[in-house]
């Protein structure tokens, strides 16, 4: 039996990534969840709880958008691993992206305010800082368990990964969140 939540799923634009390279890294502290290879994304426009239409016509802004200025592929590699979010309470370990960022942050920043404005009539304030997460701490994670969170981070090499950005996909929750946290909805190639 599937479990549900009762709330509202969220709904982003990412470019989806090859998560392949998760599956060699070190085992996590105990108080963490390694993102399933199949999660691995770069977020490109969060647009929460709007509802399937509204993330649909943003997904139509999306295609106008790509016609009339297509995004190239961007071939990037990571940096290092940081923790995004709160300072006190961080949500999420991730791996900065290193060669490709300025292309990467351009394609963001071009797009993103455009999507967000079609779902929810909002912007997102934030400057734009590509990465993917790898790792999240459990709700019950305590400071020490975050502590050996940074510590594992820290000791992370991911400098070999390579791989390119060539689609950005719509994606939600997945039907059923303990193994898998999303799904696609729908894909555009680029370049």
């Not at 691995?40 to 943003?58: D, K, P, Q, Y």
């Not at 991911?158 to 039907?175: F, K, Q």
Request: glycine content about 4%.
């Amino acid at each position: 039996m599937n479990r549900r939540s009762t709330s509202a799923p969220n709904w982003f634009f990412a470019f989806a990534v090859d998560g392949a390279f998760l599956l060699d890294l070190v085992a996590t502290p105990p108080a963490f969840r390694l993102v399933h290879p199949a999660d691995a994304h770069l977020t490109l426009a969060f647009l929460g709880a709007c509802g399937e239409a509204s993330a649909l016509r943003a997904l139509d802004v999306l295609d106008e958008c790509l016609l009339r200025s297509p995004c190239p592929v961007i071939d990037i590699s990571f940096g290092e691993v940081v923790a995004m979010g709160s300072h006190r309470r961080y949500s999420a370990l991730s791996a900065l992206v290193r060669r490709g960022r300025e292309a990467a942050t351009t394609c963001v920043t071009a797009l993103r305010d455009v999507l967000t404005e079609a779902a929810t009539g909002q912007h997102d304030p934030r400057t734009a800082k590509p990465h993917v997460t790898i790792a999240r701490p459990l709700a019950s994670a305590t400071h020490a368990d975050r502590a050996a969170g940074l510590t594992w981070a820290a000791h992370i090499d991911l400098r070999a990964v390579d791989m390119s950005l060539d689609r950005i996909a719509l994606y939600t929750w997945s039907e059923d969140r303990r193994e898998r946290m999303f799904r696609i909805v729908a894909e555009r190639n680029l370049g």
